[in-house]
């Protein structure tokens, strides 16, 4: 048995040297290329939109429990940050172009860019965004599947994240309201 695996290594070994254009696509690439990469660009603009609301409500946190709040909004937004150099860094590698452009980000995004008034509203609409996130990665991971294993794998450690998040976050809600 081990003898007709290591038979196919020269095979391996032709498949790799053809087409090496496509650096870490290979034949062996079973997902639907275009939709992946389609895919990704909307989870990219989803976590750009999300570090802008963390980034912004950062900085409007106010009142006596503003601090700690404001805290947990900065880490996130680092984190989100994170994610998207993650998720563009993978598009480059699928041969895609991550999308940076401003022109319909959130039309991109899943989550939505609600600024929220006060700290309880602006901690709301942050877990509104994860619950969002949670679902349409989940979403993404089923579709990849076996197919693209590495995009997969980068995108069950973001939904850990994600879901950490809104954990944290409903924590922060439930403290607020005592």
């Known amino acids: 048995m081990a003898g007709e695996f290591l038979s196919d290594i020269q095979a391996i070994r032709d ?5 090496i254009e496509r650096g870490a696509v290979t034949e062996g690439y079973k997902a639907d290329l275009q939709t992946v990469i389609r895919l990704l660009n909307e989870a990219l603009a989803t976590e750009i939109v999300c570090v802008l609301r963390y980034k912004r409500h950062y900085y409007m946190a106010t009142g006596i429990n503003a601090e700690p709040v404001a805290q947990e909004f900065l880490q996130h937004a ?5 994610h998207a150099d993650q998720i563009a ?3 480059v590698q699928l041969g895609g172009e991550p999308n940076f452009s401003p022109d319909g980000l959130s039309a991109r995004s899943h989550a939505e860019y609600k600024e929220g008034e006060s700290l309880v509203d602006m ?4 877990l509104v965004a994860e619950r969002v996130a949670i679902e349409s990665y989940s ?6 599947g076996d197919q693209d294993s590495t995009s997969r794998r980068m995108m069950e450690g973001i939904l850990a994240m994600e879901e950490e998040h809104a954990d944290d976050l409903a924590t922060l809600l439930e403290t607020m309201h005592g």
């Open 78 to 82: 680092s984190e989100e940050q994170t």
């Open 15 to 19: 498949r790799a040297r053809q087409h």
């Open 139 to 144: 979403e993404m991971i089923r579709y990849l």
């Open 123 to 126: 901690i709301r609409e942050d």
């Open 89 to 91: 860094a993978r598009i």
